[in-house]
C-alpha cells in the first residue's frame, strides 16, 4: 500500500530479474519515496506508519516487535534519519548489503579421539590456496614438503585398436599408424605390432608428447613389471595440493587400467608446524593455536570452543551462504594417506550447510531481519521478503504480523507427553505467511503405553490423556492436519501403526476406546513419513493417540517422535 504522505515517490525497476543489476554495496531497485520520521532511525531500520483517527498517516517510526502497535513494518529506511525529517525508504524491490548476512554458513567438525600420530595433519581451506597444518613432536623432526599425487596405470595383455586413455580430459588413442578418431588428443602407435611391450613403449611416448606439449604437468616412472606411476606437478609444479586428487583417470581399454578413477595422495606442503606434546589434551591446543595462526593469515573461517573432543569450524564472511561448500576439509598422515583411520578425523571433505536465501523475518526492536523465525513468547514477527543470495535479498513485506504463543499452549500434564526439545508439556504457535493459525506440537511418546487388544484404543497414561481440547478462541477452526514421524516408535509390541483422533469425551485414559474422528490413519510409521488430512475438527473436540493394530502389548514405549501441525483458516480465529 502507498500512502497520500509519501513524495517522489517511483517504481525504480521492471522485474526480478533487476536483482542482477545490483553490484555494489548499498544499492537497491525498487519502488522508493521519502517519508516524514516521528523519531531518530537508523538506515536499514524496519519503519511503520502512525495513523490518525481518519486513517491518515502522520509520520512513519522505528518497528519494535516488543511494544504492542509498533508493527507490522512496511518500508526499510534507507538512509539515517532525525524526528521530523525526510528520508528515502524502500517498500517493495532488492537491496543489496554486506553488512547483512541471510545465508547459512558452512561448518565442519575436526575430532580427536586419542593421542595423535607424529607427521598427523588437517588441510584447510580453497583447494588452490590451503592451509596445511601438522602435528610433531618437535620442529623440523618430519618432512614439510608437498606430496604429489600418483596413478599406477597396469596392463595387463595386447593392446586394441581404437581404444582410448584419458588423463584430465587429455585423449590418447591406440592406433596401428592411421590418424586418431576427432575427440582423442595423441596417438598411442602401436604400428610396430600389438604386443604388450610395444604397448607400454607406445604409452609412455604418447605421455612424452603431453608432457613437451604443455597439455599435462606429470611425469612418470617407466613400465616396471607392467606398473606405469604416473606423478602429478612433475613438469611445471602446478598442483598446489588437495586439488591433485580431483583430476580423473579413465580408460576404455581390454588390457589396462588405472586402480583408482582419480589420483591420489596429495597433500600440499605444511605450513604451520604443530609441535609439541601429542595427546589428546596437548593436540586440542596446539590444534587451536593452529588454526588461529591460519585465520590470521588468510583463512575464512572462526572456530568455537572444543566440545569435549569436537572442534567446530564455521565458514567467514567471504564465504557466506554456499560459498563455504567450497571450503576443503582433510586428515591426512605422514605418507599422504587421506582419511588414515588415526585418531584425528574430518566431518567430510569438505564444509557443509551453506545456504542462500530463504524466507527473511522481522522481528524484536529495529525490525532485524534474519533468516530464523523466532520463537519468543509474546513477541510479534512478521515475514519481510526472502533473500535471494548471501548478501542481497528481496523485501516485500508481508501485511500481518505474527505472534509466537508457545508459552500459552500446554499439553494437559496428565497425557504425560514431553515436547521433544526437551521442554515439558509446551507447544508453539503462530501465524504463517496465509495468515493461518499454525499450532505445532512436538511430542515424545517414550514411556506412554498402549493395550490395543482393539484398534483405536488410548496410548497414553492412566489418567486422562488427551494431547489438548480444540477450543476455537485459542486453536481457530482447524481445517488441515500434518502428522510427521520424527523417530520411528519403539517397545510396545514393536507398535508403530498410530493414529491420531478427536472424541467429545476428555477423560479416556490409556486403553480407553475412541470412537468418533480419526484424524490421521497412519497405516503404520516409518522414521519421515508424513500424512495429511484436510478434516475439518469439531469445535472442543479432545485429540488423543491411538493404537492402529490390536497387538495387545500394555508395555511402555521406549522410544517414538512426533510432530503434529494443526491449520486454521484464517477467518476463524481471533488476533
Excluded at 603431453?210 to 616412472?221: E, F, K
Excluded at 488441515?480 to 520411528?488: K, Q, V, Y
Excluded at 495429511?532 to 485429540?543: E, F, G, T
Aim: net charge negative; glycine share 12%.
Amino acid at each position: 500500500m502507498i500512502y497520500k504522505d509519501i513524495i517522489n515517490y517511483s517504481k525504480g525497476w521492471n522485474n526480478v530479474s533487476d536483482q542482477t543489476k545490483l553490484e555494489t554495496q548499498d544499492s537497491y531497485r525498487g519502488e522508493v519515496g521519502r517519508v516524514l520520521l516521528g523519531e531518530a532511525v537508523d538506515k536499514n531500520d524496519l519503519l511503520y506508519p502512525v495513523l490518525t483517527s481518519l486513517g491518515t498517516v502522520k509520520e512513519w517510526k522505528q518497528c519494535d516487535a516488543n511494544v504492542a502497535g509498533y508493527m507490522p513494518g512496511q518500508a526499510i529506511a534507507l538512509e539515517d534519519g532525525s524526528d521530523g525529517q525526510r528520508i528515502k525508504a524502500l517498500f517493495r524491490g532488492f537491496v543489496k548489503d554486506q553488512d547483512f548476512d541471510y545465508g547459512t554458513r558452512a561448518t565442519g567438525t575436526i575430532t580427536l579421539s586419542g593421542t595423535v600420530t607424529e607427521g598427523d595433519k588437517i588441510v584447510l581451506g580453497e583447494k588452490l590456496h590451503p592451509y596445511c597444518l601438522m602435528f610433531t613432536a618437535a620442529a623440523g623432526t618430519s618432512s614439510t614438503d608437498k606430496i604429489a599425487a600418483t596413478a599406477t596405470l597396469t596392463t595387463t595383455g595386447i593392446p586394441v585398436n581404437g581404444e582410448t586413455i584419458t588423463i584430465d580430459d587429455v585423449v590418447f588413442e591406440v592406433t596401428e599408424g592411421e590418424d586418431i578418431a576427432a575427440g582423442s588428443d595423441f596417438a598411442i602407435d602401436c604400428s610396430a605390432g600389438l604386443t604388450q611391450t610395444v604397448f607400454e613403449s607406445a604409452i609412455e611416448a604418447a605421455l612424452d608428447q603431453a608432457i613437451a606439449g604443455g597439455r599435462l604437468d606429470i611425469s612418470y616412472v617407466a613400465f616396471t613389471g607392467n606398473d606405469c606411476v604416473i606423478t602429478l606437478g612433475g613438469y611445471a609444479d602446478s598442483y598446489v595440493g588437495l586439488e591433485q586428487n580431483d583430476v580423473a583417470t579413465t580408460e576404455d581399454c581390454t588390457n589396462a587400467e588405472f586402480g583408482a578413477t582419480t589420483f591420489l595422495g596429495g597433500v600440499p606442503a605444511v605450513n604451520y608446524e604443530m609441535a609439541g606434546t601429542l595427546t589428546i589434551a596437548a593436540a586440542k591446543v596446539l590444534l587451536t593455536a593452529g588454526i588461529t595462526w591460519a585465520i590470521a593469515n588468510g583463512l575464512d573461517i572462526t572456530q568455537a570452543d572444543w566440545s569435549t573432543n569436537d572442534l567446530v569450524l564455521t565458514a567467514g564472511d567471504d564465504h557466506k551462504g554456499y560459498k563455504g561448500n567450497n571450503l576443503q576439509m582433510a586428515e591426512v598422515d605422514l605418507a599422504g594417506t587421506l582419511d588414515a583411520g588415526s585418531n584425528l578425523a574430518v566431518s567430510g571433505t569438505a564444509f557443509s550447510g551453506g545456504v542462500e536465501g530463504g524466507i527473511l523475518w522481522a522481528s524484536e526492536d529495529k525490525g532485524l531481519m534474519t533468516l530464523t523465525r523466532p520463537y519468543t513468547a509474546g513477541v510479534k514477527c512478521q515475514q519481510v521478503g526472502y533473500a535471494v543470495e548471501a548478501d542481497k535479498f528481496f523485501f516485500n513485506p508481508n501485511p500481518v504480523e505474527n505472534e509466537y504463543k508457545g508459552s500459552s499452549i500446554t499439553f494437559p500434564a496428565a497425557a504425560g507427553v514431553t515436547n521433544t526439545g526437551g521442554d515439558t508439556n509446551e507447544a508453539y504457535q503462530w501465524i504463517n505467511e496465509n495468515g493461518e493459525l499454525v499450532t505445532d506440537l512436538f511430542i515424545d511418546i517414550t514411556s506412554l503405553k498402549g493395550a490395543g487388544n482393539t484398534a483405536r484404543d488410548v496410548i497414553g497414561t492412566a489418567a486422562a490423556s488427551y494431547l489438548m481440547k480444540n477450543t476455537v478462541a485459542t486453536y481457530g477452526y482447524i481445517t488441515r492436519i500434518e502428522m510427521t514421524c520424527l523417530e520411528l516408535p519403539a517397545g510396545c509390541g514393536s507398535t508403530v501403526d498410530i493414529d491420531l483422533e478427536a472424541e467429545a469425551a476428555g477423560d479416556i485414559q490409556v486403553d480407553g476406546a475412541c470412537s468418533d474422528e480419526v484424524l490421521i490413519a497412519s497405516g503404520g510409521w516409518s522414521a519421515g513419513k508424513k500424512v495429511v488430512s484436510d478434516q475439518l475438527i469439531v469445535a472442543d473436540r479432545y485429540i488423543y493417540l491411538t493404537e492402529g493394530d490390536t497387538n495387545g502389548d500394555n508395555t511402555a514405549f521406549t522410544a517414538g517422535q512426533f510432530h503434529i501441525r494443526f491449520i486454521a483458516n484464517n477467518m476463524t480465529f481471533g488476533r
